[in-house]
């Protein structure tokens, strides 16, 4: 699976943004799927992930409310909607396959990262 993740931006504080990442390969529908972060100088943190069906999500405790995970199997693509953004969710986003873990090394393939920033 080969993941193209796309969306970041510069953002006030209190907006929205919505990531997307783009999937190859006819495998993408039997992977769970999972969004991490990664600031300057901090490590990789879960985000969000999601079951293989979408039928199940989970959420780190900072963005709980504020962040919708979800995937369209038929267009092989998984969604970040990012809502009431912070200047502490300035990060590198990273989408990744095969897990919903929130451990990193559990999955098996990375996107590239999409660069967030939220001014306050």
């Known amino acids: 699976v080969q993941l193209q993740a796309s969306g970041g931006g510069l953002v006030q504080a209190g907006g929205s943004l919505r990531l997307s990442c783009a999937a190859s390969?006819?495998?993408?529908?039997?992977?769970?799927l999972g969004w991490f972060r990664q600031a300057p100088g901090k490590e990789r943190d879960f985000v969000a992930s999601?079951?293989?069906?979408?039928?199940?999500?989970w959420y780190a405790d900072s963005v709980k409310g504020r962040f919708t995970i979800s995937r369209d199997n038929a267009k092989n693509t998984v969604y970040l909607q990012m809502n009431n953004l912070k200047p502490e969710d300035t990060a590198v986003y990273y989408c990744?396959?095969?897990?919903?873990?929130?451990?990193?090394?559990?999955?098996?393939?990375w996107g590239q990262g999409t660069q967030v920033t939220v001014s306050s």
């Open positions: 990744a396959a095969g897990s919903t873990t929130t451990w990193p090394g559990e999955y098996d393939y």
């Open positions: 390969g006819r495998t993408f529908s039997s992977n769970a």
């Open positions: 999601i079951s293989r069906s979408g039928g199940s999500t």
